[in-house]
């Protein structure tokens, strides 16, 4: 199992429909994104007090981290379809050790997962 360094505050979220989305790039799916990067940082439902903590948003796809953002900074949609939800802004890290890591080495289960939180 790859080691989940203490000092880090992790977010996970599903990117599945997405990605997917982005994979077979259907512009007219509404949750197409231009990349895997704002697959992963936009519009989520997380606590705000959790946002402002975590260090790194982690894009999950079939159980495995496919892409890393160290967080830099985190907004919240003032109005429309996604009021109130996340967007983070950070840098990738494509050579993250958490890059790859399998969920199932972490969380004891991934029934109805959209999001999960380590160290948080």
């Not at 000092?7 to 509404?30: M, T």
């Not at 231009?34 to 790194?56: F, L």
């Not at 004891?108 to 999001?115: I, V, W, Y």
Request: proline content about 2%.
């Amino acid at each position: 199992m790859k080691k989940l360094s203490p000092s880090d505050k992790l977010i996970f979220v599903n990117i599945k429909n997405s990605y997917e989305a982005f994979k077979q790039n259907n512009k007219k799916n509404s949750l197409y994104r231009n990349s895997v990067y704002d697959c992963t940082r936009m519009y989520w439902r997380i606590n705000e007090k959790k946002a402002s903590e975590a260090t790194h948003i982690l894009g999950c796809y079939k159980g495995k981290v496919i892409e890393v953002i160290k967080i830099n900074d985190y907004s919240i949609v003032p109005s429309g379809e996604y009021e109130g939800r996340i967007i983070f802004d950070g840098i990738e890290e494509v050579d993250s050790h958490y890059m790859n890591l399998n969920l199932y080495e972490v969380f004891d289960t991934l029934a109805n997962f959209r999001t999960k939180y380590w160290n948080l």
